[in-house]
């Protein structure tokens, strides 16, 4: 066998707490989590509490940042490990890069070291029942009022939807501009009009919460834009 040489000594004293965290606090409850059709809400905080959310976060916004091998090791541990149901790469690869490479100074402060403690779990909203994964074809809108946005639509199949605090909204701020008017939003959950639907039975990965969501005339401050508007296609190719 070819060793790998991706990885420096420091990569790997960090894969062996997290394999320990794994076999500790994962795998012996994994099954209930099964039946239940998602993890232990805990488990967020705690793995936040050991540094393996977002762990390449910059240091100023409360992350450690270090170099995507970090978050590469946490997810090989969880396929070894046979954890299908935690979504921490969906949340540390994924959603909270957005917030990282787009988000605004106060975007950053406000969420940033929350999602790294684990008080705050992610999720993008792409998905929707008749567009699929089709981003041009997605019908969700965000049509401006004053200096609000109101979102209406419905997603499906989205990651940590039932845990999900904060949810990157990928909706049409130009319906009439084709990709070109797709724009992404942060989206809270208790907002007014955003409902979280059912957790959705799946064949595999059982224990990953997998929702419906909903958002009938959600009314958001234009603070709640993610970059800039009409750039959100661009955004969704580019990472």
Avoid at 112 to 131: N, R
Avoid at 176 to 197: C, I, R
Avoid at 200 to 223: N, Y
Wanted: negative net charge; hydrophobic residues 35%.
């Amino acid at each position: 066998m070819i060793p790998r040489t991706v990885y420096e000594p420091e990569h790997e004293m960090f894969r062996e707490s997290v394999r320990k965290f794994l076999e500790t606090e994962a795998a012996p409850y994994h099954e209930q989590w099964e039946e239940d059709g998602q993890v232990d809400r805990a488990l967020w905080n705690k793995a936040g509490e050991q540094g393996f959310l977002a762990p390449t976060v910059p240091e100023e916004y409360g992350g450690v940042g270090v170099d995507f091998r970090y978050n590469a090791i946490v997810d090989e541990e969880c396929a070894r490990s046979g954890l299908t149901g935690i979504g921490w790469g969906l949340h540390s690869d994924i959603a909270v890069p957005y917030i990282v490479r787009y988000g605004t100074e106060e975007q950053k402060q406000k969420y940033l070291p929350k999602c790294v403690s684990g008080e705050i779990v992610t999720a993008i909203a792409m998905t929707e029942p008749a567009a699929g994964s089709d981003l041009q074809g997605i019908k969700t809108t965000a049509i401006k009022d004053g200096d609000d946005y109101i979102i209406n639509g419905s997603k499906t199949f989205i990651t940590n939807g039932q845990h999900a605090d904060l949810v990157v909204v990928v909706a049409k701020t130009d319906p009439s501009a084709g990709a070109k008017g797709t724009s992404l939003f942060l989206v809270e959950a208790g907002t007014p009009g955003f409902e979280k639907g059912k957790n959705l039975h799946k064949i595999g990965l059982k224990a990953q919460d997998t929702s419906e969501l909903f958002f009938q005339d959600v009314r958001v401050p234009k603070e709640a834009l993610l970059g800039e508007e009409g750039m959100g296609f661009v955004y969704l190719m580019q990472d």
